[in-house]
């Protein structure tokens, strides 16, 4: 049994000794018997609560930042009315800062032998799987003197999925994209490409690109248009070891490169080609293979929700082996890691040579832009400082990714809210100039 607030308030009214409030009943109904009666048939006139029953419903996944809605029905099979304060558990990331207590909180009534429905919306401010944890109700009698208590389990998982906040980037790369596949007046022409359609010759066009035989049929020297090829293979492979980790500004580094993933894959998919995806540190952490287009995105998207950073330092070796195992013929390899001199340096750079000589190889990283504000910051001695070490920091990045484009590596070093159109611009290059 539970005693209520309202039993506390008589007691400071002088109703009942406040000493006797403790679980001694025998002393309670010895000092006041009629006060202890109403709190006694209080507590036998409370609904039972072990007995409820609990079925759930609703959303099972959400963008980060979105809202979910999971709906929980409460069944009152006792022939007493339930009035009471419910309690639905979840995690504290399901929710943003100073939400939790409201949302998760509710006053029921159900009538006997009925059933009711609350909904507990749901904000979750991180990634991955929430896990409901328990419902917790507590039932009050008709004075509300007391009230009784029980917990129930009552499982749902709802998956918090990446936001994909550079998708309102897609639309003006697919443009883009239709004037590289020569849907618009303008086609480009050189090796590597799909023939499209002949036109006249005009100064400045590559001769490589004449159509002899169709020139001899007719007065004009004819050249060939192209498009891009498609059905090219690409995978992405996200480096999930300590480096990702790291915060930039206010997500992780992973984060970010996911962002950058997910518009990669879209617009890839769009293009025609086909898309993996391998998250690596000393071991696969997850893999997308062999998906179709209206499938990948969602595969992805899915796959990616759970991922997490891990504090050990990547296998290079390894990540290089699963790389070429997942991409058997010559394809496009998006490496997503850090920039940062030790890591490329002691495991990249010595296993490079096995990817480039097959593959094509991007390697795209997240760049803090704390570090630029940093470096044309002045004012004191402490500012110049600061300044310097940034200006040595970037020095630094700038000199890997030199080692890299000497190995014939195409760099992409943006920060967060860049990196995922100029990985996007930087694919859309490549395939203009046919390397892929």
């Known amino acids: 049994m539970a005693l209520t607030g309202r039993t506390a308030l008589l007691a400071a009214l002088g109703s009942l000794p406040v ?137 749902w998982t709802v998956r918090v999925l990446p936001p994909f906040t550079s998708r309102k980037h897609l639309p003006s790369r697919l443009a883009r994209l239709r004037e590289l596949d020569g849907r618009t007046s303008v086609l480009i022409r050189g090796q590597g490409t799909e023939f499209d359609s002949l036109r006249d010759y005009v100064p400045g066009d590559d001769t490589r690109s004449i159509d002899w035989r169709a020139t001899a049929r007719q007065s004009t020297v004819a050249v060939r248009t192209w498009r891009p090829e498609r059905d090219r293979h690409i995978l992405v492979v996200l480096d999930t070891g300590r480096t990702s980790a790291g915060r930039v500004g206010d997500i992780p580094r992973l984060d970010a490169s996911m962002d950058a993933a997910l518009l990669l894959t879209a617009l890839a998919s769009r293009a025609g080609d086909r898309v993996d995806l391998l998250a690596y540190d000393r071991r696969i952490r997850t893999q997308v293979q062999g998906r179709s287009a209206g499938e990948l995105l969602p595969a992805m998207v899915n796959a990616l929700a759970p991922l997490e950073p891990e504090l050990i330092e990547t296998d ?101 809210e860049n990196l995922a159109p100029a990985l996007a611009d930087a694919y859309l290059a490549l395939k203009a100039a046919g390397r892929l």
């Open 316 to 416: 290079a070796r390894g990540l290089s082996a699963a790389a070429l195992k997942s991409a058997p013929r010559r394809s496009l390899i998006v490496l997503l890691t850090t920039l940062d001199a030790t890591p490329i340096e002691e495991g990249l750079l010595p296993v490079l040579p096995q990817l480039t000589q097959r593959h094509t190889v991007l390697v795209a990283s997240v760049a803090d832009p704390h570090i630029q504000e940093m470096s044309v910051a002045r004012g004191d001695v402490e500012a110049v400082y600061n300044a310097a070490a940034a200006t040595q920091s970037q020095a630094q990045r700038r000199r890997t990714a030199e080692q890299l484009q000497r190995h014939g590596v195409t760099v992409v070093d943006a920060t967060p």
């Open 19 to 155: 000493g006797l409030l403790a679980p001694s009943w025998t002393g309670l109904l010895a000092v006041n018997a009629p006060l202890s009666l109403a709190i006694l048939c209080d507590y036998a006139l409370a609904a039972p609560v072990r007995t409820l029953r609990f079925t759930r419903s609703g959303d099972t996944s959400v963008r980060l930042g979105d809202r979910a809605a999971v709906q929980l029905t409460i069944t009152n099979p006792s022939n007493r009315p339930l009035r009471a304060h419910l309690r639905d558990a979840w995690p504290p990331s399901s929710w943003t800062r100073n939400t939790e207590q409201a949302a998760s909180r509710h006053k029921i009534s159900v009538p006997a032998g009925e059933r009711r429905r609350i909904t507990t919306d749901l904000r979750p401010s991180r990634r991955g799987d929430r896990h409901s944890e328990r419902v917790t109700v507590r039932s009050y009698g008709p004075l509300g003197l007391a009230a009784r208590q029980s917990s129930h389990k009552v499982p």
